[in-house]
């Protein structure tokens, strides 16, 4: 079954203390991305690859870190989370060569900083 | 920049009535992607419909329909004959079709659809 799968769904952490959100889709897709999600603000993109090696900065980038060592992975790292970080997050996956092309969603992961 | 609204934050309607979601953009390109995301309280996002700004016949799939003005930067979503299952977060979103392969998807602010029994 094509899918996008996140890990974890839940995480309740305490500031500053790092932790990896992992990301990993089975389509071979191109590119990969991460948003989050607050309420009354829709999706914002944290940071985006379009294959691996290359990342890029999206419009809320501050205070996370990714990587894309493989194509199937993506994941989303903080390197000392604070309670503004608490959010709902999102990875997706697209063929990035493509134009008329869907983002596939993972089923997301609801952090907590405290 | 491009920006996408959604200017009802949350919207209600009868089972088995219809209901229409509204969308405006603003952009300064000709060729792009507009979509519907449906997110259900399981948080999945989920694609319910697209349409190519080139075409001027509006998207369908089933029970959704769009009502894309270009000129007007307007880009509905209508539902028919509204049912419980369709209760959900609903964003509209905007693509760029320039090719770059680092062209962004632009998401509204979203709109709740809350059914009635």
């Known amino acids: 079954e094509a899918q996008v799968t996140q890990n974890p769904r839940y995480l309740i952490t305490v500031t500053g203390k790092k932790l990896t959100v992992t990301c990993s889709q089975n389509?071979?897709?191109?590119?990969m991305s991460w948003y989050r999600q607050d309420p009354g603000l829709g999706l914002r993109q944290i940071y985006y690859s379009m294959n691996v090696e290359v990342t890029d900065k999206g419009d809320v980038p501050e205070g996370y870190k990714v990587s894309r060592k493989e194509k199937r992975n993506f994941p989303l790292i903080l390197e000392s989370p604070s309670p503004n970080q608490t959010s709902l997050y999102f990875c997706?996956?697209?063929?990035?060569?493509?134009?008329?092309?869907?983002?596939?969603f993972g089923p997301g992961t609801r952090l907590t900083v405290l | 920049a491009q920006t996408v609204t959604q200017s009802q934050p949350e919207m209600s309607v009868q089972e088995a009535e219809t209901v229409t979601l509204s969308c405006t953009y603003d952009t300064s390109e000709s060729d792009y992607y507009l979509f519907w995301y449906k997110q259900p309280p399981s948080r999945q996002m989920i694609l319910v419909i697209r349409?190519?700004?080139?075409?001027?016949q509006n998207a369908t799939e089933n029970r959704f329909s769009v009502n894309f003005q270009k000129a007007a930067k307007s880009f509905s979503l209508k539902i028919s004959d509204s049912q419980l299952g369709d209760a959900a977060m609903y964003f509209c979103a905007y693509r760029s079709a320039t090719g770059a392969l680092d062209d962004k998807i632009i998401f509204g602010k979203g709109t709740r659809l809350h059914i009635l029994p």
């Open positions: 389509m071979n897709h191109e590119y």
């Open positions: 349409q190519e700004a080139y075409k001027q």
């Open positions: 997706a996956s697209s063929q990035g060569l493509a134009l008329y092309n869907e983002q596939f």
